[in-house]
């Protein structure tokens, strides 16, 4: 073979010849690779996608009022979301909501937790060294204080958490949430039951919210009846006292006691408004997440496809043998 570097130059007559007389050996390591992959592509466990869906940018024009165009910040926009879905789906209480839901199998109540202490797993996935391995890292990591149960609790939310994958469009306010899992079945279970929970947590928070503004609206208007009741004698106090009204000083006096009376007023008119609303919202039952797809199985099996694989194990074939064959020959190469 003709050397490829020399005199620091590369030879491209060597290089060629180099690829040409190594490409038997990458064509039988390419062969032998493709085998070893379409056999394990075969009789691996598949896994399966269900995807979810929504929009979250609903708003409701109506729920504006007096006090939220002269207050900055006060609206009673429901439909934009009061926590983010990104931390929602790491929380303990949805993991635990998940695992703990009961679902029907083989006409028989289960749960994650039982569903997978009970060994309905396949036997290749049992086998796979990355998960034994993680499974004894996870029980080393465990406190001494947790029971059996809480451990495999514990390993169970793991599950359920790494098999989750959340996308969003800000701009859109578009989410989506993929769940994977070996089991179809669990697949779309927990799909349904991760958007079952976002949105009663959403409608749960709404709710509050609105309970709180509720108790807030009827405090504040307690205080301003109270202080257009006290406008109001003031008023007729000075009417009976004062029955000169050509004195200024007596005019400006009258004028400024009935503004009083007149924005106690406005207010207390927009505060029973708004109250009003408050106890609509209380007990709206309505969320502001808005479904786009329903939970839904693809139609494809999750991962990389068969020939996008192929396609990398050539391209990282061809870099492997060519590596190893130039160091093997490098003396005769580089000159």
Known sequence: MRPIFSDNKINYTGLFEFLKYNSLSYFKFSALTFLIYVLYFSIKS??????????????????????SSIVPGVSADSGNL????????????LLNEVVEKEFVNNNKKTNLLEYWNSGKTSFFSKLNPISILRKINYHFMFINVLTEDDRQKQLAKIRVLNSISYSKDLMLS???????????????????????????????IENSKAKEKKVFIQERLLEVKSSLTSSEQDMLKFLKEN?????????????RLQRNISLFSQLYLSLSDQLEKAKIDENDKSSSIYTLDAPYISNFKSGISLYKMILLMLI???????????????SALIK
């Open 243 to 255: 029955d000169d009204h050509s004195s200024p000083i007596l005019a400006l006096e009258k004028q």
């Open 174 to 204: 578009h989410h989506k949430i993929v769940v994977k899992d070996k089991d179809l079945m669990i697949s779309n279970f927990m799909a349904k039951s991760i958007y079952e929970s976002l949105v009663s947590f959403s409608a749960e």
């Open 82 to 93: 009061k926590f983010s879905i990104d931390h929602y789906l790491k929380s303990e209480k």
């Open 46 to 67: 598949p896994s399966y996608e269900t995807s979810v869906s929504f929009y979250t940018n609903y708003f409701d024009s109506n729920n504006y009022s007096f006090i």
């Open 316 to 330: 990282v074939n061809f870099f492997i043998i060519s590596i190893y064959k130039f160091f093997i020959y490098r």
